[in-house]
């Protein structure tokens, strides 16, 4: 479902009507409805009862932002976080190829070591950490939410280290200890001496990730089931509007019903068997006195 028919049946659910007439994508009405529609994603993807499948991710994803290109080294950020990387760090620019981090000068202006090649701004990119040694602590997405049980190092020569990621409070008691903590952002720290031999090495953390807010008319709606978000997302205009509010209890156990099914599928839960069959047939017995009416 793309994000102008997730509108419309929004509106067909809060309304009531099959022919109820939604409000133009980006119109003001339209922004309230997406600005709901956004915060539940967000509460979606962060329910700490759910590690969705579809939110997991191995390798890099588009940091939050965009970026703007002037054919210089320099590149300029919109809502993006610069000072969260590390000078050595690698960007990927949509329609650009790998540049490298020469400094840092806040969350939006930062340089590489070779010129950019286009000029261009709306655009996307991806941000690989590279390893130094003599650092511990690496700084992840803002989009990162939950580790997988385990971080990769990829080296130079394309071999890999995993390192096991265990919970914070564990760090002094185990060995070879990787944990991730803190927040805005999230870091993952290496507790033991980090092996030799991957000095600029790619760092990789896979896990669950929040995805990009709905912006435009054509983007994905990224819920597993975007028909929870509609109700939920009616159910709130509803609940807020004095003509609408005796619908807002239909809609919110409507949106509840399918948020269950959608956390019983995610979890396998949705289509158990049972471990053997039942029937009403008699046992064999080899006792003299059977009543087979029992």
């Known amino acids: 479902m793309i994000a102008s028919d997730l509108l419309l049946d929004i509106y067909r659910a809060y309304r009531g009507k099959i022919d109820s ?7 003001d009405k339209s922004n309230v409805a997406m ?37 210089t080294t320099t590149l300029t ?30 969350d939006t202006v930062l340089t590489v070591t070779l010129a950019f090649s286009n000029t261009a701004s709306g655009k996307t990119f991806t941000r690989s950490t590279i390893i130094d040694t003599a650092t511990t602590s690496y700084n992840l997405s803002r989009k990162f939410f939950s580790s997988s049980d385990y971080a990769v190092v990829t080296k130079t020569d394309g071999s890999f280290i995993e390192y096991p990621i265990i919970k914070a ?14 927040s805005n952002p999230k870091k993952i720290t290496f507790a033991q ?29 990224p819920v597993d089931d975007p028909n929870w978000l509609v109700y939920i997302v009616a159910s709130e205009l509803a609940r807020n509007d004095p ?42 017995s080899d006792g003299p006195d059977v009543d087979w009416t029992a």
């Open 193 to 221: 001496t980090i092996d030799t031999g991957i000095d600029a090495g790619t760092l990789t953390v896979p896990g669950y990730y929040i995805p990009d807010e709905i912006t435009l008319a054509t983007d994905i709606v």
């Open 77 to 106: 950020g919109t809502s993006t976080f610069f000072t969260d990387y590390n000078v050595g760090d690698t960007i990927l620019v949509s329609g650009e190829t790998v540049r490298t981090i020469a400094t840092i000068t806040s």
């Open 35 to 71: 600005d709901i529609a956004n915060r539940k994603i967000s509460e979606w993807a962060t329910d700490p009862r759910n590690k969705w499948n579809s939110l997991f991710e191995v390798a890099a994803q588009n940091e939050p932002g965009t970026v703007a290109t002037t054919g």
């Open 21 to 27: 007439r939604a409000p133009a994508f980006g119109s």
């Open 169 to 182: 409070q564990q760090r002094n008691i185990l060995n070879q200890a990787t944990y991730v903590h803190g």
């Open 243 to 284: 003509a609408s509010d005796d619908k807002y209890p239909g809609l919110v156990g409507q949106a509840n019903d399918l948020y269950l099914k959608m956390s019983n599928s995610n979890n396998d839960t949705g289509f158990l068997q049972l471990n053997s069959v039942i029937n009403n047939m008699p046992q064999v």
